[in-house]
């Protein structure tokens, strides 16, 4: 349960995002593991978290890596057996941690038995009916079905060869070709992810994500480029999930990726009977800006109000440009179709580390729960020079490199050493890590950081440690203080303040009996620039 008033714990949780490939290979791989992420789970409850979120760890072709899934009940081998995960579940649990899985409701991989029997079994079949098949335009189809793009470049549609040899019917995939989309108006769809739901909520799991988690349900303008959301179709889903998810004993979760500009839409799939929370994207894209954080709060804040859901702050995720780079650069907020013109902006890593550290105390801060990517405690930055021969991603390859993609956040942790795999793989691996890391990371291994009082790690560290602790932090109220041109700050009750100054010149701190923590020592009795503190009030 959560210290406020006695919630259930996802209400104001800390939740660490591991992504699995690249958190820790114990076999030598250079591939992460299910046996590295064991070996490292007292550093996640030493750090103070209450939950782990994973990533895609099903077989899967890597498409996308690991969200084009191949098999929803099984783990994929690279990460190990499903015996190695109910272990983890369970040794994360002994020491206090809760673990939330990735679902991907929206498509499957195009390995998956489903989508090879659709292919096999022909035109009209009750297999294709599972999937988004249909004939071409064209005198012979020999054009898709619409003009519809996909989110990761290129068409949405892909023909196929039917079994006799022929060009056939074409498919929906809004992301990758490798990525058939659902047809969720099918039952038998609809049944199976209830299957798949119960398969690892009896396996102790202790929340779902949802991947895409607003475009399940489609209605095709056949005659234009756009896909429309089935907007009720999505919520009775979501209805039927809940219901699944309350019948379990203990407190579990159901969160949802939901890239919705509308608040009132974000905030219809928070209902009492859908959704326990969702991604709080707006927040995340925001330029350091103090007053475009701050609407970017208010309006957060007003959303889920109605519904008496708690709001979710988060500063990165495995999709995103790292903060210490996004925050080192004159435009700081993030958008995908920007990714390549903001690359090309100058770039103070420096100035990028002092607002991420000054971003974080902001985020833990702030009322309901939190989430962080692995390596956003370590303070590392975007990897902008991976060479283009070793780039994985679909949205570099499918936009022909007008997309830079997404691996540069993916880059494996570092844990000690002064050279790569810098404790990432084991000294005797047979293989590099499947992404390159820079060799200037040395300085930012979890073991160079450990002791170090002036480190990201050690900041982490003490904010998780005061946010546990401390009555007024977790899920509640915020009361803004008046402040300076430039400058955030609020109370919450009892007895605490944030300021964070995101001005260009050193404020004062509004009165306060005792300093908590700081991002950076103050400049006397000031709060320098890019700078956050939490006070006792």
């Known amino acids: 349960m959560s210290k406020a008033d006695n919630q259930p714990w996802w209400r104001d949780a800390v939740i660490y995002q591991v992504y699995p490939r690249s958190f820790a290979d114990a076999n030598g791989d250079g591939v992460g593991d299910l046996a590295g992420i064991t070996e490292r789970l007292p550093y996640l409850r030493g750090l103070g978290v209450d939950a782990l979120w994973f990533s895609p760890w099903y077989p899967s072709p890597m498409a996308d890596a690991g969200y084009d899934v191949a098999d929803y009940r099984d783990i994929d081998p690279m990460f190990g057996t499903i015996a190695e995960a109910e272990a983890l579940i369970g040794q994360a649990h002994a020491t206090g941690m809760r673990v939330v899985i990735d679902i991907v409701p929206n498509h499957c991989s195009d390995a998956h038995p489903w989508f090879q029997d659709a292919l096999a079994a022909g035109p009209g079949s009750a297999q294709r009916q599972r999937f988004w098949f249909r004939p071409g335009r064209g005198r012979d189809g020999e054009l898709p079905p619409t003009e519809l793009r996909s989110i990761f470049g290129g068409p949405a549609w892909t023909r196929v060869t039917e079994p006799d040899g022929t060009p056939g019917e074409w498919y929906l995939h809004l992301f990758a070709a490798q990525q058939p989309d659902f047809n969720w108006a099918n039952a038998e769809v609809r049944t199976e992810f209830l299957d798949v739901l119960r398969f690892w909520l009896d396996r102790g799991v202790d929340g779902i994500r949802i991947d895409s988690a607003a475009?399940?349900?489609?209605?095709?303008?056949?005659?234009?480029?756009?896909?429309?959301?089935?907007?009720?179709?999505?919520?009775?889903?979501?209805?039927?999930?809940?219901?699944?998810?309350?019948?379990?004993?203990?407190?579990?979760?159901l969160?949802?990726?939901?890239?919705?500009?509308?608040?009132?839409?974000?905030?219809?799939?928070?209902?009492?009977?859908?959704?326990?929370?969702?991604?709080?994207?707006?927040?995340?894209?925001?330029?350091?800006?103090?007053?475009?954080?701050?609407?970017a709060i208010d309006e957060s804040m007003a959303a889920h109000a109605p519904v008496s859901a708690p709001a979710t702050w988060v500063?990165?995720?495995?999709?995103?440009?790292?903060?210490?780079?996004?925050?080192?650069?004159?435009?700081?907020?993030?958008?995908?179709?920007?990714?390549?013109?903001?690359?090309?902006?100058?770039?103070?890593?420096?100035?990028?580390?002092?607002?991420?550290?000054?971003?974080?105390?902001?985020?833990?801060?702030?009322?309901?729960?939190?989430?962080?990517?692995?390596?956003?405690?370590l303070g590392l930055w975007e990897v902008e020079d991976i060479p283009t021969e070793l780039l994985q991603d679909p949205m570099f390859h499918r936009s022909a490199g007008a997309d830079p993609g997404r691996d540069g956040c993916r880059v494996p942790m570092p844990w000690s050493d002064v050279e790569p795999p810098f404790g990432f793989s084991p000294r005797t691996a047979t293989s590099p890590p499947w992404l390159p890391q820079p060799l200037a990371w040395k300085d930012l291994t979890v073991e160079a950081q450990t002791g170090d009082p002036h480190s990201m790690l050690e900041l982490y560290r003490a904010a998780l440690r005061i946010r546990a602790a401390e009555p007024a932090l977790g899920d509640g109220e915020l009361r803004w203080l008046s402040a300076p041109e430039g400058v955030l700050a609020f109370a919450r009750d009892p007895g605490f303040a944030c300021v964070v100054n995101l001005s260009p010149a050193a404020v004062p701190l509004p009165p306060h009996e005792s300093v908590l923590l700081t991002s950076k020592p103050l400049d006397g009795a000031a709060l320098p620039p890019d700078t956050a503190a939490w006070l006792r009030r």
């Open 315 to 377: 500063l990165s995720n495995h999709d995103v440009t790292r903060p210490v780079t996004r925050f080192g650069r004159t435009d700081s907020g993030f958008s995908f179709p920007d990714r390549l013109r903001r690359r090309g902006l100058p770039l103070d890593l420096e100035l990028g580390a002092r607002r991420a550290r000054a971003g974080a105390l902001l985020c833990l801060a702030l009322p309901g729960a939190a989430y962080l990517y692995q390596g956003e405690e």
């Open 215 to 253: 475009v399940l349900m489609k209605e095709l303008d056949l005659a234009g480029e756009t896909a429309y959301t089935d907007v009720d179709g999505v919520h009775e889903i979501y209805r039927e999930w809940r219901s699944l998810t309350d019948v379990y004993m203990g407190e579990r979760v």
């Open 255 to 295: 969160i949802g990726e939901l890239w919705l500009p509308d608040h009132q839409r974000f905030a219809d799939y928070l209902r009492p009977d859908e959704l326990h929370g969702a991604f709080n994207f707006e927040f995340l894209c925001c330029p350091w800006d103090a007053t475009r954080l701050r609407a």
